[in-house]
């Protein structure tokens, strides 16, 4: 995966880049044929979305024109409706609740800043040193199938 990460000022008189960079962000996996996902904070104030495709306080949606009908995306929020199980849904993400747009097909694409939470800086990885891992130091080999899925 290709994924920036847009780190917000904490300047007041300035609009926030979170909502011109989503709209941005859109258009460009629109005109490339790709298909534009968004990872959504399921537990933002004002979240109205599928609370039954919700896995771990997040969910990722779909936001192509032809995955969606009335697509909103202004300064303040996304909004549009979208089948999900067969039922047409209403979907309201406001701007703050969007934590990261991306092509489905290759990756590519921009994490937001989350406020109280620092982006690693460059050349550093937010991943556990091993020494922090879970199970580190533990001979035993891992059970089960792994939970990483590729979104």
């Known amino acids: 995966m290709d994924i920036e990460t847009l780190s917000e000022t904490d300047d007041s008189d ?3 880049k979170r909502p011109y960079m989503l709209r ?6 629109s005109d490339a044929g790709l298909t534009p996902q968004i990872l959504v904070d399921a537990r933002f104030d004002g979240v109205t979305v599928p609370t039954e495709f919700v896995k ?5 949606l779909n936001i192509h024109d032809r995955a969606v009908r009335d697509l909103q995306m202004d300064n303040e929020a996304v909004s549009f409706s979208a089948r999900f199980a067969g039922q047409v849904r209403s979907v309201y993400v406001p ?3 969007v934590l990261a747009i991306y092509a489905r097909e290759n990756g590519q694409g921009l994490f937001f800043e989350v406020p ?9 990885s937010s991943a556990p040193v091993d020494g922090d891992a879970p199970g580190a130091g533990s001979s035993a080999p891992p059970r089960g199938k792994p939970d990483l899925k590729i979104v």
């Open 14 to 16: 300035l609009p926030s």
């Open 56 to 60: 771990d306080g997040a969910i990722v």
């Open 116 to 124: 109280g939470h620092e982006a690693p800086a460059e050349g550093e």
């Open 24 to 29: 941005a962000l859109w258009e460009w996996c």
């Open 95 to 97: 701007m703050g609740a």
